[in-house]
């Protein structure tokens, strides 16, 4: 299956209808079953089409989103929705700030969704590791990791910081993830070189595909540019270096084909989620048997 990682670097983004174009033109031509875009998609497209407003920083921007996005982030999910569709792709749509209505007031999440070919919602996560700056910001961290079915992939989504936290990854691959879809934007410059202590990381430790989208742009003033990729178990990528593609700041997309018998052969030769120990697991999994297939 060709999968890729879309940074935002090249594409227009002073409008929908050119964003659209400009989005729709890359699938056309690389053709990816399924597609990821970065973290902060919404607020990125947003500024960029003058549908939020801009504040005097990032932090400042992002207040002034919150507090009143209007009807951007129905509308920014529509336009994925619909570009799915008539893409016949997955598309995990990158994150918005979603509200959550109870009683006693509203609950506030980083969220990343993804559509199937026919433009349908097929999965969510709402990211549970915050940094310092998203709890200022009064985000709640999501409480469950949740596996969906994209094709014959068992598939999870991973945001942001959440890709810093391997517990994330390994009850993604306790509940049978074949492939991660990770939303990510990571600020420029030597912050960039962190991010193999993240999905790649955890893609090695618990063998499943990653896809990792990294947003490329200036969002009020910071500046963001980690590379996109693709990765898996060193063992069936080139050089053993545990990514099938690799792109710089500025690649818009980065696309490969994933060998799902080549991982299941690896998983076959050496399990390494055989080697765990279960017990360990029952505090974090109280209400779930994860972890009884390895015992």
Not at 87 to 105: C, F, N, P
Not at 123 to 136: A, M, N, P, V, Y
Not at 163 to 190: K, N, Q, Y
Request: aromatic residues 10%; glycine residues 10%; contains cysteine.
């Amino acid at each position: 299956m060709q999968v890729g990682a879309i940074s935002f670097s090249n594409l227009r983004m002073d409008s929908i209808e050119h964003y659209r174009t400009d989005l729709l033109s890359m699938l056309e031509k690389n053709k990816p079953k399924v597609a990821v875009l970065p973290a902060y998609s919404a607020l990125y497209l947003g500024l960029g089409t003058g549908a939020l407003k801009q504040g005097n920083n990032f932090f400042d921007t992002l207040s002034i989103y919150l507090s009143d996005p209007g009807t951007w982030d129905e509308e920014f999910l529509d336009l994925h929705a619909s570009t799915a569709k008539y893409s016949g792709i997955y598309l995990a749509a990158g994150t918005v700030a979603e509200r959550y209505e109870q009683k006693g007031g509203k609950d506030l999440y980083h969220t990343a969704y993804c559509f199937n070919p026919e433009g349908q919602f097929c999965g969510k996560q709402r990211q549970t590791h915050l940094t310092r700056t998203e709890r200022e910001l009064g985000f709640g961290r999501g409480e469950e990791l949740e596996i969906f079915k994209l094709g014959s992939f068992k598939t999870g989504l991973i945001i942001g910081n959440d890709a810093r936290h391997p517990e994330v990854g390994r009850m993604l691959a306790l509940l049978g993830a074949d492939l991660a879809l990770c939303s990510s934007a990571i600020e420029a410059g030597f912050n960039c070189y962190e991010q193999a202590a993240g999905i790649w990381a955890q893609v090695q430790q618990n063998q499943f595909w990653a896809v990792e989208a990294q947003l490329n742009g200036n969002l009020a003033g910071t500046a963001f540019g980690a590379g996109s990729a693709v990765m898996g178990p060193c063992e069936i990528t080139p050089g053993k270096s545990g990514y099938l593609a690799r792109g710089y700041p500025d690649s818009s997309l980065v696309v490969a084909e994933l060998d799902e018998d080549a991982r299941r052969g690896i998983k076959r030769k050496y399990p390494l989620l055989s080697m765990l120990n279960p017990q360990a697991y029952k505090e974090l999994l109280p209400e779930r048997d994860y972890y009884a297939r390895f015992i």
